[in-house]
């Protein structure tokens, strides 16, 4: 079976919900990365497919991943198709082309995830056939969709931020543990970005405003706190719970593609590649502890390829929540300093179906930097999963 290597990674800078990007179409922010990676190329690839993925799908964007091949100016004849995995969309879409090229039935192929939470649309559930009487409520696709990602009539109103609840209960992470995990997110991304770690793989974005066209390169969801100020904070899910707005993640807008190619496209092209793929792997869990996902599907990639935790140099781990990120640290043993060294999506954010082609990016660069032979993605899905894909560094 064939191997398959990830020649280029781009990403857009990360906003807030309601923030630079809030009135930038998704397909905008998926055409930008696209273009860019392309660019980067500096060969005349013939991309074989475009596949991106987004979990706050609408009819906005029907299809993103084609939309976006078409606005980058892509040939007509190159498909496109959309991920749904919700959180693991954006390493979904990397792991399918993956799959496709080691399978022979792709040679070159961009893979990314997308996320607009600020223009996800409110919608109404019984507006098509109308209301003969009372009020009608608006529903935030943002929320809404939590306690859809399992069966209600089975497990309840089951929000993201409760299953975090049950991980803290479950594995004893006290707030304090928690609060101190989103302080050091929050400390280390404000360094990264002090230090200009993150300039090389963002993609400058303009923004078309009222006061003109402004450049959006620098995540902006980051804020200066202290401990005092996170132990202040009111648990948000369960009375009396541990589970902040401070130690979880946020909404945000975003987008990241990748190239990825077959080894003997890459000696036709005469390209280097950053990566190759080792091993990839889903798997379920119970849905009231879904954030515990990445450990089992961590260890059936590790299995895959032949490594153990103790190979890996650098891990990316989603930070849906601090207890949800404690309780995988813990029970796979991973050494804190190797996890999220650049801050994670606590203080960067985490736009929902672009977050694994960010982590994924995020990761390249610093592997690149510290000379890492083995990386490592992984995040925890909505309804009880957990996904993980394995790389070694190239260069």
Known sequence: MRDTYIVHSVRTAIGKLGGALQDVPVDHLAEAVIREVMKRTNADVSVDEVIIGQAKQSADTSN?????????????????????????????????????????????IIAGGAESMSTAPYYLRNARFGYSAGNGMLLDPNTESQPCSQPVEIYGDLTMGYTAENLAEQFNISREEQDEFALRSQNLAARAIREGRFSEEIVPFEVKGRKGVTIFREDEHPRSTTIEKLSKLKAVFKEGGSVTAGNASGRNDGASALLLMSEEKLKEYGLKAEAKILSQAVSGVSPEIMGIGPVTSTKKALEQCGLTMKDIGLIELNEAFSAQALSVIKELNIDMDIVNVNGGAIALGHPIGATGAILMTKLLAEMKRRNVKYGLVTLCIGGGQGITTIVENMH
Do not use: F, K, M, W
């Open 64 to 108: 993103l991943a084609r939309l976006a091949t078409l606005r980058a100016g892509l040939s007509v004849e190159i498909p496109g198709y959309t991920v749904h995995r919700q959180c693991g969309s954006g390493l979904q879409a990397i792991n399918n082309a993956d799959q496709q090229i080691r399978l022979g039935l792709s040679d070159v």
